[in-house]
């Protein structure tokens, strides 16, 4: 379970520029939920998946794991138990590395940091099958620097890295964003299919409302630091994609967009 | 030019000693600045600190070994140092180191006994001279002997650990920090490993170097960043296509290039004020060659 | 293709030696190693092949001279005197401290150095407590006339109490030379007050303290602050504090007297030192001389501008190096 209690965000507090963005918003995500959130620009998507990951720490309030106040926890703490996956490809793989030695890095998680050799032959079979399952042929590359790799791809293997270790949450930051069309088709239809098989809790931030009604049994959207839809289970399996998309153009046309 | 090409080349030995022994600070700042991609200034003060460190113990009577080993742990020391104001202090990289290189130009003058010269007596026991190795080796040899096995010592060990799984999240943490913090690590502590591990090489070479010219001078620091920085980047640059030669082999090339354009300039004895300029000459010529081969790269994706 | 352009150079060079003729009878090769750029070192230089030349050694016939500035950096000092020794030059002048240790540890006994400026070649383990150096080398050093300077600045200001001095703290020169004033500044009734810099630009801003507590300042042979001598005496006049230089140089600069070592004469003492040895003395039996001939000098329109008068005690031994004198 994922709780956001009486959060308060402050954008550069004390200056010219401050604002408020958050102010008493709370969001509870129990577990086994696949949220889709959308909404407007600067309506405050992103930073609430930063608040739960501990990119971001709010001027009041509490984010709970579980039982647990994680509020003061730094973020490399929390994401021992949250997988993150960002908008941009490049950001969750070293490019100068190799597939091979990415997926190894990915599997010492949660073991000591000493001097064993970092990548173990006998491991890469278990890589290759691992990402032999993403689809995209990506088990032939593994001697090849993750830089090297398209966006997709790259998007991929950070999915494979990820759930390489055993993790609760998932975290996707607009994810799809910057793919073409039906790579994005791909890495949803492969987010999906990893959120259902090892039953994690996702928040997925998305501009794609097709996605949004199509995958996920939850459908939040938000407007200026505040919940205007949420749609759960059954209700949100019958929503249609016309019904929000209406919704949502009113609230763009609000803000002038 | 004949003449002033077989005085470059009697010098060579020299040169290549030189190199060799300046490898060992290219090789720590190879760790900083293109690994963790860190532009670490300590260097300058961590270089002088090892000489410090390691004179005053040779004088003193101390075996090499040991001082070598107290200069690797002062280096280490001001890595630390400023590993912690960066990451817990939250200053910036730059300014970090500076603070550091700073502060030890004072520890170092106090760790000399308060005299900018330490002058090590010929029969003083050094890495060099009047222990058993020099004397198993042919006379006149010695020198360049120990100086690139030691090169090529660190080089090994610094290869074997980028392969172990600390070594690799050193690595990572230089590449891109979030998926180090995404593995449940703090990013900070890495960069701190590294920088330690870095100055200790730093101050490492400059106890050697200290030990072979028998002369530890307070200002032998300055310029050592860019020194050791121009010597990897020469390294890295000029041999870019060659994926295959390890990031460490190009460190170790690169000092003794840098080394041998300023012995090229000594030796064609143009007028002597303008040694700096030829010199920089000729490392403009060494990179534009490696930049020519560079263009038909393609970049990342 | 880089590989092979680094081999084939490496070839051409090694065939090198085939190819360069044999000369006969070749002039001694000597090389002078300068650590820095400074007027007093270039003055050294310029003495020593005077000296030489006086001798009967003269560059272009019995010697040829080879001269390289390291420009204070001692990776290059390191290089230039490795530079001289491995190709195999009859002598090596060695100008400065750095220079001269470098110079003798690299070249050790293999080549005769012979050192100049060196302020202290005791303590920089250039000689033994003899004079005498075990590793053929000896030369000249400028060794400040403590003494006699003090007696100049107590002769023009009898009332004077606190003498300031600003120095480098990573000058080993510097350090001696300070050591030396403490010593011997009570017998002249002098207190000394010092304030150390790290750099030139520090100059500046440590001026101000020094010049508050002193009745006067005395210039050492340091590098640093000698190069920012402008900016000392610019301070110095306008807060009426009389500055003493430690060379001719300075005093015709705009300092108020110096008891001045002329590096000139400096360098052809050396140079005298080094036709010896090319004579075949050996180094190693020569011990250091310090510089003898030191002068009187002061600068009549600075005197003026301080509102001071020459000493009758000294006018007849003391001469003016202004422009135009009073």
């Known amino acids: 379970m994922l709780e956001l209690k009486e959060i308060r965000l402050v954008y550069n507090p004390g200056t010219a520029r401050e604002k408020c963005l958050f102010d008493g918003f709370g969001l509870r995500v129990p577990d086994g939920q696949f949220v889709s959130i959308v909404g407007s620009n600067g309506s405050g998507k992103t930073s609430l998946l930063n608040l739960i990951c501990g990119t971001i720490l709010p001027q009041g309030g509490h984010v709970r794991m579980d039982d647990r106040d994680i509020t003061a926890w730094p973020e490399h703490r929390r994401l021992r138990r949250i997988g993150r996956i960002h908008q941009n490809p490049a950001a969750g793989t070293c490019a100068g590395m190799t597939l091979l030695e990415n997926m190894s890095l990915a599997d010492s998680k949660f073991k000591r940091m000493n001097l064993m050799p970092g990548t173990d032959r006998r491991k890469v079979q278990g890589y290759r099958e691992q990402l032999r399952q993403m689809g995209l042929g990506l088990e032939d590359m593994l001697h090849q620097r993750a830089g090297s790799l398209s966006g997709g791809q790259r998007q991929a293997l950070a999915m494979a890295m990820c759930v390489l270790t055993p993790i609760e949450f998932l975290i996707l930051d607009e994810h799809t964003a910057a793919l073409d069309p039906k790579t994005a088709d791909t890495i949803m239809e492969l987010t999906d299919r990893l959120v259902r098989e090892r039953r994690l809790t996702a928040l997925m931030v998305t501009h794609n409302l097709r996605y949004a009604t199509s995958f996920g049994n939850r459908l939040v959207m938000m407007h200026q630091g505040g919940v205007v839809l949420d749609r759960a289970g059954a209700k949100k399996a019958a929503t249609r994609l016309e019904d929000v998309l209406g919704l949502f153009t009113d609230i763009s046309v609000e803000l002038g967009n | 030019m004949t003449l002033a090409l077989q005085s470059f080349q009697n010098a060579l030995p020299s040169t290549l000693e030189q190199g060799f022994i300046y490898a060992l600070m290219a090789l720590g700042v190879l760790m900083t600045y293109h690994i963790l991609d860190f532009p670490d200034l300590t260097v300058d003060g961590s270089f002088p600190l090892g000489g410090a460190v390691g004179s005053s113990l040779i004088v003193s009577g101390a075996p090499p070994a040991a001082a070598l080993l107290a200069a690797l742990a002062a280096g280490a020391a001001a890595g630390l140092v400023t590993g912690l104001i960066h990451v817990k202090l939250k200053i910036r990289a730059l300014f970090s180191g500076i603070i550091v290189m700073t502060a030890l130009y004072s520890v170092n003058l106090r760790i000399a006994g308060g005299s900018a010269l330490i002058s090590i007596p010929r029969d003083k026991v050094t890495l060099f001279r009047n222990n058993a190795l020099v004397s198993a080796l042919p006379e006149g040899a010695a020198t360049l002997v120990i100086a690139v096995v030691m090169a090529l010592a660190v080089k090994a060990l610094m290869d074997l650990f980028f392969k172990t799984r600390l070594g690799c999240l050193l690595r990572a943490a230089g590449d891109n920090g979030r998926v180090v913090t995404a593995l449940g690590r703090d990013v900070g502590n890495v960069k701190i490993l590294g920088l330690m591990m870095a100055n200790a090489l730093v101050a490492l070479s400059g106890a050697v170097l200290c030990q072979q010219q028998r002369l530890f001078e307070i200002s032998m620091g300055t310029g050592a960043t860019v020194l050791s920085l121009a010597s990897v980047i020469i390294g890295v640059n000029l041999f870019q296509r060659l994926e295959r030669m390890r990031a460490t082999t190009k460190a170790i090339v690169g000092a003794l290039l840098y080394k041998a354009c300023y012995s090229l300039a000594i030796a064609l004895g143009l007028l002597p004020g303008d040694m700096k300029l030829v010199t920089a000459a000729l490392f403009l010529a060494i990179l534009a060659v490696g930049y020519r081969k560079r263009k038909g790269a393609p970049a990342d994706a | ?326």
């Open chain 3, 1 to 326: 293709m880089k590989k092979r352009l680094i081999l084939a150079l490496a070839l051409v060079l090694s065939l090198l030696p085939l190819a360069a003729p044999q000369a006969q009878e070749k002039p001694l090769r000597i090389g002078i190693a300068q650590f820095a750029d400074h007027p007093s070192l270039d003055n050294c230089r310029e003495g020593f092949i005077q000296g030489l030349a006086e001798a009967g050694f003269e560059d272009g016939k019995s010697i040829a001279l080879d001269y390289r500035n390291a420009q204070a950096d001692m990776g290059l000092t390191a290089l230039i005197a490795s530079s001289f020794v491995d190709n195999g030059y009859d002598l090596i002048c060695a100008i400065a401290t750095p220079m001269a240790m470098t110079a003798v540890n690299t070249a050790d006994g293999k080549i005769p150095v012979i050192y100049s400026a060196v302020s202290a070649p005791v303590e920089a383990g250039l000689a033994g407590s003899d004079g005498l150096s075990a590793a053929n080398a000896t030369g000249t050093s400028d060794q400040l006339p403590v003494k006699a300077q003090l007696a100049l600045i107590r002769a023009f200001q009898p009332e004077a109490r606190t003498l300031g001095l600003l120095y480098t703290v990573g000058e080993v020169n510097s350090q001696v030379q300070a050591k030396q004033y403490e010593q011997l500044a009570p017998e002249f009734g002098f207190e000394v007050v010092s304030s150390t810099v790290t750099a030139g630009g520090d100059v500046a801003l440590a001026l101000p303290g020094l010049l508050a507590r002193a009745d006067c300042l005395s210039m050492l042979t340091d590098n640093t602050v000698v190069q920012y001598l402008d900016v000392v005496l610019d301070q110095a006049e306008a807060a009426g504090v009389p500055v003493y230089g430690s060379e001719i140089e300075q005093v015709k600069n705009g300092c108020l007297a110096a008891v001045g070592i002329d590096y000139l004469a400096l360098g052809r003492q050396t140079g005298r030192m080094a036709a010896r040895v090319l004579k075949g003395e050996a180094a190693g039996s020569i011990p250091f001389e310090v510089m003898q001939d030191s002068a009187l000098y002061y600068n009549s329109g600075a005197m003026q501008r301080l509102g001071l008068a020459l000493p009758a005690a000294i006018e007849g031994s003391i001469q003016d190096t202004a422009e135009n004198p009073q």
